[in-house]
């Protein structure tokens, strides 16, 4: 079924049929623009909303993050979020630079926690394996007293 705006310039002649297509057309043209803002603002696709787990999963494991567990983000929210997120990003390495800390301290500390955590597993093994060595001549002894 056509559209009456398309048949009626029929019945008219060139200037009326040509300002009614324009008008057709930039009514077409406004409604859509308007249907996309609205999409783009209130509903989020499913790029955006895969988007926002991600970012929202960054953010957290970093610790910058006040994300709320309310449903998928829209593109507007992961953007203010981002921007936040930048924001405090970097007055952390500000402070970080004005404290005279630097990423290589930085490195060295995890490095020394690493080393710590290895040592710590060392000296559980060989306190068990000591343990372990102490029952072991126990029952040798043990055994050798019976015979």
Known sequence: MASPLLILPLYFGGIAQSVLLSLYAISITFFTFIILIITF????TPTMVSLGKYTGHIIE???FSDLEEEGPLTPIQIMKQQSRDARRR????????????SI???????????EAII????????KRNQELLR?????????ASSN
Do not use: H, T
Request: no cysteine; charged share 50%.
């Open 41 to 44: 603002i209130f509903i989020p």
């Open 135 to 143: 029952k072991w001549k126990a029952k040798q002894a043990k055994v």
């Open 119 to 126: 040592k710590r597993k060392a000296a559980k093994e060989l």
């Open 61 to 63: 494991e970093e610790g």
């Open 90 to 101: 970097k007055s952390r390495m500000n402070e970080r630079f004005w404290d005279g800390v």
């Open 104 to 114: 290589q301290d930085d490195m060295r500390d995890g490095r020394r926690a690493r």
